[in-house]
């Protein structure tokens, strides 16, 4: 029975769309949402749908082991990363090995790395005049956005098209595919590396 816990640093969208999608799931289970925002409307949304949050400093983050810890008592299998910005540090890519997964808002290896997220990577993809954009949903490594990957999809960009309204198009794009990319992946790793 997986548990998942999700980090996120913003608005929360796509954490809300997980933890409608799971609610009342026969086998996945949301836990947990971290947070490095304490005002991030992620922790709203989370309260509202009563799973537990936890926010973190990035003291806390990288220097202590309190975060591990609180996965750890949360039983937390898998880690689904949310639109957060920060990198994973080593004690937890060494306590979830294969097991934490990004979105990132643009087709990787393009447009990725740090400081590439949220608006700023529409911006450099219109910028760029790209015919198309779209989702990267891949494993975490100790590097931004360089994880193997799991499922991609497009979507077009016309002439017409500004970052805001890259941003709704994408936004679609991980509403309807990241809840069902992240149940596909943890049922198979749940099988392959039983917990
Ligand atoms: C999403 O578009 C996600 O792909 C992006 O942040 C947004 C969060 O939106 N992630 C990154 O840019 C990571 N590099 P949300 O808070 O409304 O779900």
Known sequence: MPRLAIFASGNGTNAQRIIEY???????????VLSNKPDAGVVDRAKNLGVETMVFNRLSFYETGMVPEKLTSCRIDFIILAGFLWLIPKNILTAYPGRIINIHPALLPKYGGKGMFGNSVHEAVIAAGDPESGITIHHVDENYDEGRIIFQAKCTITEKDTPESLAVKVHQLEYRHFP??????????SKINPI
């Open 22 to 32: 799971f609610s009342g799931h026969p086998t996945i289970t949301v836990k947990l």
């Open 180 to 189: 069902e990319v992240i149940e596909q992946t943890v049922t198979r790793d």
